[in-house]
Structures are given as C-alpha cells and as structure tokens.
Antibody, heavy 123, light 108 residues
Framework: EVQLLESGGRLVQPGGSLRLSCATSGFTFNTYVMGWVRQAPGKGLEWVSSVSSSGGATYYADSVKGRFTISRDNSKNTLYLQMNSLRAEDTAVYYC????????????????WGQGTLVTVSS | EIVLTQSPGTLSLSPGERASLSCRASHSVSSFYLAWYQQKPGQAPRLLIYGASSRATGIPDRFSGSGSGTDFTLTISRLEPEDFAVYYCHHYGSSPYTFGQGTKLEIK
C-alpha cells in the first residue's frame, strides 16, 4: 500500500525557518518524481515545488523561489522541503504528493497524496 | 505561466443529474498534462483524470474528461451523493505548474 506521511508543520514566526519531511512506503521511491502542494485556509490548491526521481532537477513556484528548497533522500525514501524567510502568506496545509508515470499517450499527475501538515506563520 | 480559469464557481445540481465543469487555459496546454482532482472537506485531493481524458485507478466511469488546446471539460454523467465536492483542474506540463481556482459542486 502506498503511503505518504508528512511531518514538521508548526507555528513559526515571520522570517523563521522550518523543514518539512514526507516519509514514504509501498512503492519504489527512487523512480518517481515527487512534489509539494499547499492550500491556504479556505483557499484553493497551489503547486509549490517538484523534484526529479534522482534529485538532480528541481522546480519551484515563483512565490517560493529563492526561499524554499526541495530535496530527497532516496536511501531513506523521504522527501523534504526546507522553508526559509517564512511569510504570513506561506500559512497553509502542505501536502506531499507522488507523480505517476508517463505512457506513450499521457502522463499521470499527482496520484498519491499525504494527509498534509499545517504550517502557520504568525507572530 | 499558464492561468487556468474554472467555471462556474459554484454549480448546484441534484443527485442523478449530469454535471459539466469547465477549465479554460490562458495558453494552449498539451493534453498530456491536464488533470482533474476532487477534494472533500478535510481530505487531500484525489486524482480523477490525467492526460485530459484518462481515468485514474479506481475512478468510476461516470467521470470523464475531454478537451484540447485551451478548453477542457470534466463531466459527471449521473451525480451520486458522494460526488458533491470541490473540483480542480491542473496543468503539469512545464514549470510553473498551476491549478484552477476550483468549482464547488453542491447539492441543490
């Protein structure tokens, strides 16, 4: 059974830092692209960042570029999101998600998600 | 950046009716990389459709996706009580990936 379990969310002051983790099991972690998606309270979904299966390629939303760093440890089947210079607008539930494979006719999107971890940025 | 605009914002229908949700892209999107998600309160999103028209594993065949270029549609052929939720379209072809703002499907 595929499982993704986020941790690390908490209350942090503006300007502070936080590292989120996503422990995974039930699939061959090092063959999948992984990503983070967030959802501010009462708002829609916002893609934050993605990382290639090897960790060699990373992608970020403009809203977090230069402040957040995505990484992965394929030996531990774990995905990370280092968040620096946090702002009030970063307050959200952060979801870890797995991106499925591509075939000759289509490419899957985020097919498995964790339950999310809440990050609150406030003084 | 590709902006996805979903309409309507809220759709009020009764169980058994047909639902059509629209997603319009600001620029042409490859059909390979257009997905639809369902989200219920307090839950993570659930992948319904990827590649514009392929149903994800375990998704009932009353859900179907169509479209190309800038116009995409999610159709639910006959609404079940459990289908009332918020639906998002999502472009994931090239960074930055984006989501639509969502359509809330509510019981009439």
């Amino acid at each position: 059974e595929v499982q993704l379990l986020e941790s690390g969310g908490r209350l942090v002051q503006p300007g502070g830092s936080l590292r989120l983790s996503c422990a995974t099991s039930g699939f061959t972690f090092n063959t999948y692209v992984m990503g983070w998606v967030r959802q501010a309270p009462g708002k829609g979904l916002e893609w934050v960042s993605s990382v290639s299966s090897s960790g060699g390629a990373t992608y970020y939303a403009d809203s977090v570029k230069g402040r957040f760093t995505i990484s992965r440890d394929n030996s531990k089947n774990t995905l990370y999101l280092q968040m620096n210079s946090l702002r009030a607008e970063d307050t959200a539930v952060y979801y870890c998600a797995r991106r499925g494979y591509c075939s000759s006719s289509s490419c899957s999107s985020f097919d498995y998600w964790g339950q999310g971890t809440l990050v609150t940025v406030s003084s | 950046e590709i902006v996805l605009t979903q309409s309507p914002g809220t759709l009020s229908l009764s169980p058994g009716e047909r639902a059509s949700l629209s997603c319009r892209a600001s620029h042409s999107v490859s059909s390979f990389y257009l997905a639809w998600y369902q989200q219920k309160p307090g839950q993570a999103p659930r992948l319904l459709i990827y590649g514009a028209s392929s149903r994800a594993t375990g998704i009932p065949d009353r859900f179907s996706g169509s479209g190309s270029g800038t116009d995409f549609t999610l159709t639910i052929s006959r609404l079940e009580p459990e289908d009332f939720a918020v639906y998002y379209c999502h472009h994931y072809g090239s960074s930055p990936y984006t989501f639509g703002q969502g359509t809330k499907l509510e019981i009439k």
